[in-house]
């Protein structure tokens, strides 16, 4: 199936700074997907990316769809220690219909 | 409110019974999915269905089964087959067709003691 390599695979911030990680594929994907998951919960959609070179914004969230398709980035700006938590990248896998591809996650720790 | 529910958040087992994990949604999403994750790993998936009364095999199936009786629920069933129960369980679905976006419930923690 198709991989995707997230990285970095943890950072370790201060209150206030700003966070970019990032996913990429040796192959296309036509749909990003980046999630937040909070100890012992779910994974929580964060933001959702459908056209290349597409950026898009949530609150201090932004993600972007890369160009070629095989990568995209998510930044973080002026961290707050509720921003604690693993960061997944995913998307639908294109050669195995109704399947998704996720990234190992990065974990991020906001220190004050 | 529109979502995912899983139940319950703990479950706790005895070795060689059988559990069953419980996944509702009331999104009209056509497909649904079980994922396990363990600790410090990534998500792997388990089964998934697209319509109701079919099913298939994702990556770690054995030990496990599954039932899409009604398009809003996809019960698991860990059996004694499985040799690692022990695990976080969360359970996602997509509207199938476009499967472009996954949204995912709170999770279910099985330990089997």
């Known amino acids: 199936g198709q991989q995707l390599n997230q990285s970095p695979q943890s950072m370790f911030i201060q209150e206030g700074e700003d966070v970019s990680m990032n996913c990429t594929s040796s192959?296309?994907?036509?749909?990003w997907l980046w999630y937040k998951q909070d100890p012992g919960e779910g994974p929580v959609l964060l933001i959702a990316l459908y056209k290349a070179g597409e950026l898009t914004s949530n609150g201090r969230l932004t993600a972007q769809f890369g160009i070629t398709r095989k990568d995209s980035f998510l930044n973080i700006s002026a961290s707050i220690p509720s921003d604690v938590g693993i960061y997944f990248c995913a998307g639908p896998q294109t050669d195995s219909w109704g399947k998704f591809q996720f990234g190992a996650g990065t974990q991020v720790v906001v220190t004050p | 409110d529109g979502g995912i529910t899983q139940s319950p958040k703990y479950l706790f087992r005895k070795e060689g019974q059988n559990v069953t994990l419980s996944c509702e949604q009331n999104l009209n999403h056509d497909a649904m999915y079980w994922y396990r994750q363990d600790p410090g790993q990534g998500l792997r998936l388990i089964y998934y269905?697209?319509?109701?009364?079919?099913?298939q095999k994702g990556d770690i199936a054995e030990g496990y089964s599954v039932s899409r009786e009604k398009k809003e629920s996809f019960p698991l069933t860990v059996t004694s087959a499985q040799k690692n129960p022990t695990a976080f369980y969360l359970c996602?679905?997509?509207?199938?067709?476009?499967?472009?976006?996954?949204?995912f419930g709170p999770g279910t923690r099985l330990t089997v003691l």
């Open positions: 192959s296309i994907f036509n749909t």
């Open positions: 269905s697209q319509i109701v009364n079919d099913f």
């Open positions: 996602a679905s997509s509207i199938a067709g476009t499967t472009d976006t996954q949204y």
